[in-house]
């Protein structure tokens, strides 16, 4: 049975680890946003103003652009699905799922995925699931769900890394940073490798193009989405943007809103699955519309 919520409150506040794990990274992202503010040849409250209009047009004539979206996203050769909740969304991805004959699924970080809880269904359907975010990675094996949107992980402390590591990958203890990602990496080579499909989250779809914009740090969405036969890709409806521009735009304050970087380290930008001349890429990319 779940503790009642302000005793949850009340624990969390009393655990020292767990208070010292978020006054870093409070610190740490705002003196990196701050400084990444102050990079911009532009004030940031009109970039704001300018991002916050262009989302506002782009929901008010949200039909118009899905349609040009969807249009020209299934002429690039993305076989595009709709869904109205979760449990159509996770069965859509447990029947493309089996149709590729998979048996393991590797996941970039997707909030649509939590949201929708489609680790459980695929894991119901026999499929196992590997996270491969190496913050959401480490959650999945300590049974937990991520603690933030963007830092999964940023309630652990290195320790608490290491001794997970310890226990579930057979490392013995260390509370360093590069041997605790190094044994991570290896673990998840192996996943892109063996994984018969591919799921990811989509930041922003932009209607001009019918294209797909991915922005992570770890490279892991580009693993994700290149190396199984199948890529699936889940996008809320209303992430979309009129053209390259506009996505342009919402590049330079996403990161620096978010991790207080200037720009995110891998930006992919995803068309169509592997076409007759390429050596690599998926034989088949599809696109989850959820409207819920």
């Avoid at 991520?146 to 608490?160: E, K, S, W």
Wanted: hydrophobic letters at 45%; a negative charge.
């Amino acid at each position: 049975m779940q503790k009642p919520f302000p005793l949850q409150i009340q624990q969390a506040l009393n655990n020292p680890n767990l208070q010292a794990a978020l006054d870093a990274n409070f610190e740490r992202r705002l003196k990196a946003r701050l400084a990444s503010y102050a990079s911009l040849p532009e004030d940031i409250h009109e970039l704001r103003r300018q991002a916050h209009e262009l989302r506002a047009e782009t929901i008010a004539h949200l039909d118009a652009y899905l349609d040009q979206f969807t249009v020209q996203a299934r002429k690039n050769g993305l076989i595009v699905h709709t869904a109205a909740g979760a449990a159509e969304a996770s069965q859509l991805v447990v029947e493309i799922a089996r149709e590729s004959g998979a048996r393991l699924a590797a996941k970039a970080k997707t909030m649509v995925g939590e949201e929708i809880e489609l680790n459980a269904a695929l894991e119901a359907a026999g499929l196992q699931v590997v996270e491969t975010d190496l913050g959401e990675y480490i959650v999945q094996l300590r049974g937990e769900r991520p603690a933030h949107i963007i830092t999964p992980a940023v309630h652990l402390r290195r320790g608490d890394v290491g001794r997970l590591f310890a226990d579930k990958l057979g490392l013995p203890y260390t509370e360093d940073v590069g041997e605790l990602t190094t044994a991570a990496r290896k673990a998840l080579r192996q996943v892109f490798l063996q994984a018969g499909v591919g799921i990811t989250g989509v930041n922003f779809g932009v209607a001009e193009t019918g294209g797909l914009c991915l922005v992570t740090n770890e490279g892991n969405g580009r693993m994700v989405s290149t190396l199984p036969t199948v890529h699936v890709a889940l996008m809320g409806m209303e992430r979309l943007v009129p053209n390259l521009a506009d996505l342009a735009l919402m590049l330079e304050l996403l990161p620096r809103s978010a991790t207080g970087q200037k720009i995110t380290v891998y930006t992919s930008l995803i068309h169509a699955p592997r076409r007759p001349e390429e050596i690599d890429g998926p034989e088949q990319r599809h696109l989850l519309l959820l409207d819920n």
